[in-house]
RNA sequence: CGGAGCGUAGCGCAGCCUGGUAGCGCGCUUGGUUUGGGACCAAGAUGUCGGAGGUUCGAAUCCUCUCGCUCCGACCA
């Protein structure tokens, strides 16, 4: 491709709206442009990187044995309504009407089409199993967009679907998935971890997400320094192994203390360490059931472990007005003490005596207080957020660490949730109706291209790996306007054309400073430089742009070495 | 949805408080000089000042409504 007859809007000037690294270079680099909050157009560009992102995957998928298919992006109603979704989904889901005053909505993913599918033409376990994949533009109305591709409210997806007749099918196609994202990802010279995700309301059994290592990563994950246990701190199981409780040695004491409400004004007036505190918080459940819920005073209360082990939707902060009423005074001073609903506690607090805790009293705290003897738990578990240092939950001598990683993928087993809702069955061996046991699969095409962005660039731009990249050589003739070195610049760059090198000639009349700078910006992975200087001697410069490294190559043999190292650079 | 802020040339912004002929930098066009890290000289083009209504002799500027966008929070297969 010539630079010249090519569209490639590069900005000097980073867009005001755009926050982060890749969103920037995208919009500089002249990848995307906004059409609207959360949705863009991809520029040709950035749709090369799109499309190699999308090919990556495709060659894993059908590796694995997942067969391609493409999926409407209007949906109908009437599906959704029968899985409880069209209720459920809530806001985030786009609706419309036809002409004729049907309901539709915009798949935000496809469950319900591809079950549809597989219940009208899946009838015997004979068929199974059976995996079906889509690359698509999907669209959630996600309440905040942001971040250009990596939160969008259009975006493309690859989305899989996973049927088997049993358990330990299912079990087999999530292992395949499981592997065949591990390949996606190490194929794009991403720094990845799978870890164990939160299933969620959806309710599988199990679920790994793919995260890519990255400081503005809107997800913090956990792993362990000695064994493979990784997982989202949202999921980040702590286990305390032989817990006692210590005998107790001090006196229940009442002690005023005087608009201290948070647990550090608390800590430095008592003058003792926060973790030697036990903070309460009241707390209501999707259910409306308020109940109190106990952690050492340094630790943070991990809302998805208490509502799931309440089994509830959701559990929140109770209001102040709750808060009150409960306890008797405002927030800030909640304590176990006297109260007469639900307490939880961690179950890190079982090994804690002597503490202190709120006097459910203005200005008032209780010290020397003491499990059993001083108030009742009514349930021990393990509600807190893992932090960095906490013990690992699988093996008895690893130590957690901690990470920003952002998701690109999500495999997960969904079991027969939407199988039984949409009546999805087969006949098995033995001629019984059984309902399919699903998993589904995405992946984020557009945001795994800003993740690698996110990961790889420097102050003068981006630098994708090889795979991902839009194209593999930039040949940059410095003087157009010099018959020698533009001879030069035109036989290699049909050189590479004719051994199949994706390569961009920048022929445009600029000073070399620009056509420098935008060669940094756009990131190419190996840049020729065709000059006065060394064509003079015969050489071209190469120029590796991650590395930064430079070496003269002799003008004949350029276009072969070329070659060379972008092929090792796709195979690495 | 709660809080904050912003809409003025393709991009980045000033002007608004205190109403009076719409500006700057970059980019763009033409000509010339220049050519290894975002050059220089000269001449030019480009605006429903987000939209609607109001106040006023006169509104980018003041008032009301409205639309869009961004940030923080809540939310997130």
Redesign the pocket.
């Known amino acids: 491709m010539r630079y010249t007859q090519y569209l490639l809007p590069?900005?000097?000037?980073?867009?005001?709206?755009a926050?982060v690294i890749s969103h920037q270079l995208m919009m500089r680099a002249g990848m995307i442009r906004?059409v609207?909050?959360?949705i863009y157009s991809y520029m040709p560009f950035g749709l090369r990187s799109i499309r190699k992102m999308e090919q990556i995957i495709r060659e894993e998928m059908n590796k694995a044995g997942a067969i391609e298919c493409l999926l409407p992006m209007a949906n109908p109603a009437e599906l959704w309504q029968e899985s409880g979704r069209w209720e459920k989904y809530g806001k985030?889901l786009l609706r419309f009407k036809d002409r004729k005053e049907t309901d539709f909505c915009v798949g935000?993913?496809h469950e319900e089409v591809i079950t549809d599918i597989v219940r009208n033409t899946v009838k015997s376990y004979k068929q199974l199993p059976l995996n079906l994949y889509q690359i698509q533009t999907k669209f959630?109305d996600?309440?905040?967009?942001?971040?250009g591709l990596m939160r969008g409210r259009e975006f493309i997806?690859k989305d899989a679907y996973s049927f088997d007749l049993d358990d330990e099918g299912a079990d087999s196609a999530y292992g395949k998935m499981y592997q065949a994202y591990r390949n996606i990802f190490q194929r794009c010279g991403l720094k990845f971890r799978a870890v164990e995700a939160d299933s969620?309301?959806?309710g599988g059994s199990f679920s790994h997400e793919f995260m890519v290592l990255a400081e503005s990563g809107?997800d913090a994950i956990v792993s362990c320094d000695a064994c493979e246990y990784a997982a989202n701190v949202e999921k980040a199981e702590l286990i305390y192994r032989d817990i006692e409780t210590p005998a107790a040695t001090a006196e229940l004491q009442k002690v005023d203390t005087p608009e201290q409400k948070t647990i550090e004004a608390v800590a430095t007036f008592l003058n003792v360490e926060p973790s030697r505190l036990v903070k309460t918080l009241i707390v209501q459940t999707s259910d409306d059931e308020v109940l109190a819920v106990l952690l050492r005073g340094d630790r943070e209360l991990n809302?998805i472990k208490l509502a799931n082990l309440l089994e509830v939707d959701?559990v929140?902060l109770a209001e102040d007005a709750v808060v009150r009423q409960t306890t008797g005074a405002p927030t800030g001073f909640a304590g176990p003490i006297g109260l007469k609903i639900q307490v939880i506690a961690d179950s890190e607090v079982q090994g804690m005596a002597d503490f202190a805790v709120g006097g459910n009293a203005v200005d008032v705290h209780y010290t020397g207080v003491n499990l059993a003897r001083d108030f009742t738990v009514s349930r021990f578990a393990d509600i807190r957020q893992a932090v960095p240092g906490d013990p690992c939950p699988r093996c008895t001598d690893g130590k957690l660490e901690s990470w920003r990683g952002i998701?690109v993928g999500?495999v997960?087993k969904l079991g027969t949730k939407y199988s039984e809702a949409m009546n999805a069955t087969v006949l098995d061996a033995q001629g019984k109706s059984r309902p399919l046991v699903m998993g589904?699969y995405?992946i984020?095409v557009g945001r795994t291209v800003a993740a690698a962005i996110e990961q790889n660039h420097d102050e003068?731009g981006m630098a994708l790996p090889m795979p991902l990249a839009p194209f593999q050589v930039l040949v940059s003739m410095?003087?157009p306007?010099d018959a020698a070195i533009r001879e030069a610049s035109e036989s290699i760059y049909q050189q590479l054309l004719d051994l199949g090198v994706e390569v961009l000639l920048d022929d445009r009349?600029?000073?070399?400073?620009?056509k420098?700078?935008?060669?940094?910006?756009i990131g190419i992975p190996l840049r020729l430089?065709?000059?006065?200087?060394?064509?003079k001697e015969g050489n071209v410069?190469l120029?590796v742009r991650a590395s930064g490294e430079q070496s003269l190559l002799p003008l004949a043999d350029a276009a072969r070495e070329l070659q060379r190292l972008v092929v090792a650079a796709l195979n690495r």
């Open positions: 590069t900005l000097k000037e980073t867009p005001a709206d926050e906004k609207a909050a959360g985030e935000p993913t959630r996600e309440i905040r967009p942001r971040f997806m969620g309301a959806i809107e809302e959701r929140l998701e999500h997960f589904c995405g984020g003068h410095v003087n306007k009349d600029e000073r070399p400073g620009i420098f700078k935008d060669a940094d910006l430089t065709v000059g006065a200087r060394n064509l410069e120029k």
